[in-house]
């Protein structure tokens, strides 16, 4: 094998957060990184795919927390490249309530009722730091209490709790419907650090590697070492790690020396939700698209039961498509089992709301965030107590290995902004080590030369060059920075 090549910083994972931190550290003169990335595309959980003839987005969909006095700076990127979105109005969602046995809307009066019921005894739960799931007494129990229930914890539109994206930016939320995709603002922002074609708007920057699966990771006082499953080898100083909490526990990555017992039980102790988005494509639209029906809610006795409908009409007219969106055991469920299935499933649900006559779907698409190996679920979901120790465990560093994605960010975690502002807060952080190290290599090379110089007689020391220059035949415990 070729001797590895060695950088300043291997980044691992090129979805948001690691593209992030690589152009924070270019902005900042660490060019010589390496982004090793397991997928053959970046952008991880931001993710497009032509589907019925447009494109959807089978992770992130939308910028969520936007119109409030501070500004979501992915709402800033989505603005500098005019990627096209659209205002998603939930506020009607819940007097959209299909009965599974009459095919019938709720009355408005019976839908706030069980809503307002429903928030009650979340409020409960969440006053009491409550984790446990609601038991037979005070819990959900009809198929619409269920349905609510299901929207207010499982779906991140109605969190009851507050959230500080939407406390922070704004309580809006905007679709993105944009044939360039979400992924675009990663590409926008490759383009600035990264050696890109003009015509395609391709990455061709050789330190951009895809395919590349990172399954160890050797960490000394020296530096770190990364194989890949190819067998390649990279070095380099220090290493930010973006993997997603579900990889991190799922043990694709193995650490030399394992990591310390705090961090582990912090990556363990995280929970990760599994959202899963499936979208049906009709040969002509059945359902109701006026005003605030883009959004509609099944209530059965199954919790999450395909619950969560959209019509994507508002987003890409005449594209009859619809979106139903599981979560977490249904999502796993639905992961196991063939698409056929998952789509009979879905037109039983369909036709018990809007009766027999509709059409079947002509095509679905499933995504599988569960059983992929690169994000093993959707993204990180804290128990509702503030543990602020679990967190602070989970971003800090261990000797040369940085922490990054949106697991990692305290305030926004689970969301695009979450990655993007944890990918800028890691690339700081490692920025003030590197400054931090050289410091205290020229002290220590001072401390070390100056009775050498002594010695032969050489008396003055000013500059550090000069130091660094003389330097370079004496071993330091530490690597060598490039500078
Ligand atoms: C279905 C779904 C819906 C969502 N909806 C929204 C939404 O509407 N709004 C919102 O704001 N957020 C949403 N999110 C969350 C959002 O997508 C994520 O928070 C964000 O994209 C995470 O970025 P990241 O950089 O932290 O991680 P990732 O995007 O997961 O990046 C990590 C990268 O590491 C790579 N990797 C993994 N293992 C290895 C390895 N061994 N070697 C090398 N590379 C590796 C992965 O391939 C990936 O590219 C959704 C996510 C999902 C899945």
Redesign the pocket.
Known sequence: MDNPTRCSVII?????????AAKVLAENGVEDVVI????D??????RKEEFGGVTV????????GVGGEQSNP?WELARQSNLRTCFSDYSNARYNIYDQNSGKIFPSRVAAESYKKAVASAIQKLQNHDDSPLDETNGPKTPIELAIDFILHDF?MAEVEPIS?YVDFGER?Y?VADERGYEYLLYKMGESFLFTSDTEGKILDSRLKLN????ELQHSRNGVSVK??DGCVYEANYVIL???IG?LQSH??SFSPPLPRWKTEAISNCDIMV???VFLKFPYKFWPCGPEKEFFIYAHHRRGYYTFWQHMENAYPGSNILVVTLTNGESKRIEAQSDEETMKEAMEVLRSMFGCHIPNAMDILV?R?WNN???R????NYPICDNHQLIDDIKAPVGRVFF?????SEKF????????L??IDTAKALLEEIIKEKEWKSENQSFLIEPLLALTGSLTLKQPEAVSNNLHKFTIPWTTLSS
Request: net charge neutral.
């Open positions: 691992i994972g090129a979805g948001i957060s690691g593209i992030t090793l990335e397991a997928a595309r970046i952008g991880g959980r931001i987005e089978l992770g992130a969909g939308w910028i969520a992915v991140e994206t939320e679709l590349k699966v990172v399954r890949t499953e973006s993997v997603s990889v694709l990555i959202y899963t988005k995504p965030w190996r690169f994000q679920g959707s993204y990180s990054t994605g949106e697991h990692t975690n689970g969301y695009v902004h979450g990655g993007y944890s990918g």
